[in-house]
């Protein structure tokens, strides 16, 4: 006769009992893995049961995470204005002087305007040396001054 591995069923009930709300109390569920899986079936289902049991784990975390995320944001929208107004104080302090600062709590880096040249390399590949026409098909727009600004100790 043929013994028959007894089935624990505890896997089972916990990803239904996921699924449906309920809370399994002193249950711990055990995922036993073998060396040698049967099929993909198998590795698939060990996957599957791993995913669910994580998101059962962490559900708990995640909500926690959330709502600091949530107090996070309020917290931003409360110190966003004023820090915008001083980042812009400070770019406008650098663009008018034309020169980087740096000190122990962050740094501004100026960069000149520059004209940005750029080409329609369709029409021109190839031609740039051969036709004096291909001008016509160059842009030049103007790269306005800014300002790079870096905030934190050794910026």
């Known amino acids: 006769m043929t013994k ?19 809370v399994i109390i002193n249950q711990s569920v055990e995922l036993k ?16 049961a791993l995913t669910w049991a994580l998101e059962d784990e962490c559900s708990a975390i995640d909500d926690v995470i959330s709502a600091m995320k949530e107090k996070r944001a ?26 980087s600062f740096k000190c122990d709590y962050g740094s501004a880096t100026f ?8 080409w329609d390399s369709k029409k021109l590949d190839g031609l740039a ?5 291909i001008l016509e098909c160059k842009t030049v727009t103007k790269v306005n001054a800014g300002v790079s600004l870096k905030v934190g100790y050794n910026a």
């Open 111 to 118: 960069r000149k305007s520059y004209d940005r040249t750029s």
């Open 33 to 48: 893995t073998t060396e040698h899986p049967v099929s993909l079936g198998d590795l698939f289902y060990e996957l599957h």
């Open 74 to 99: 309020m917290k931003e929208e409360e110190f966003a204005p004023r820090m915008k107004e001083l980042e812009e104080q400070i770019k406008d302090e650098i663009l008018k002087h034309k020169k």
């Open 129 to 133: 040396m051969l036709l004096p026409q």
């Open 4 to 22: 028959v591995p007894k089935f624990d069923t505890k896997m089972v009930d916990a990803l239904a009992a996921a699924e449906t709300g309920e």
